[in-house]
């Protein structure tokens, strides 16, 4: 399949429409987001005030938009993985690791969408509208699991998915509060308790690494 290149207009209308983005996410990191003004993030993206409604209707949509940005990872994740024999256990595991690449950790960027979502009705909406597609896309993956016997099949697939988003945010939460550099290690563990929730009832949980490294000696 071919792409028609973008043109030079294209190219720079997409630019600022990122420059923009990064600059709102960054602003919203160190300021808040209430706190946060679109002259704040104009300034730090270095273009005019009026250029920034050209691309956004409001700043609460910069936070929709990163929403949209992570969905499109997941979607695209599920796409790479389908018709794979990986494991489940290791296809959850790099979908977490996936989702909570950069810019997911700055806790900066983790407390200013609990705020978002907390004080802005626009931003709950549409992220109301992201959230049910990102269960949908991690139910599949449950289903699959089940299906190939990987996954306890005793419990809706969607229930399971939403246990562990739930998890996924609350260890988010909790983390940016602290803001420092245990996120991977708080993720792994919280990825190998909820294995051990979701794994078939005939199936022994893995070992952790510290017990593994234990036994090893």
């Known amino acids: 399949m071919t792409t028609t290149p973008l043109s030079r207009r294209e190219r720079r209308s997409a630019e600022n429409r990122e420059r923009l983005f990064r600059a709102a996410l960054q602003k919203f990191a160190e300021k808040g987001f209430a706190e946060t003004t679109v002259e704040d993030i104009t300034e730090a993206a270095d273009l005019g005030k009026g250029t920034f409604f050209n691309y956004y209707p409001s700043k609460e949509h910069i936070l929709i938009a ?56 626009p931003v709950r909406e549409g992220m109301a509208r992201l959230h049910v597609r990102n269960r949908e896309l991690l139910a599949e993956l ?44 708080r993720i792994e563990f919280a990825v190998r308790v909820l294995w051990t929730g979701i794994a078939p009832r005939n199936q022994s949980p893995e070992p952790s690494a510290e017990k593994q490294d234990a036994n090893a000696r």
């Not at 940005?69 to 990986?86: A, D, H, S, W």
């Not at 419990?155 to 550099?181: K, M, N, V």
């Open 66 to 121: 990163f929403g949209e940005m992570q969905i499109g990872k997941l979607e695209e994740f599920v796409r790479g993985i389908r018709g794979t024999e990986r494991p489940m256990q290791e296809i959850l595991h790099d979908m977490i690791g996936r989702l909570t690449e950069e810019p997911i950790r700055n806790p900066g960027i983790v407390r200013a969408l609990i705020q978002a979502n907390l004080s802005s009705g």
């Open 142 to 185: 449950i289903r699959r699991g089940q299906q190939r016997g990987e996954v306890r099949g005793d419990l809706p697939a969607e229930e399971i998915a939403q246990a562990w988003r739930q998890t996924i945010f609350g260890t988010l939460l909790f983390w940016s509060l602290i803001g420092d550099q245990s996120l991977r290690e």
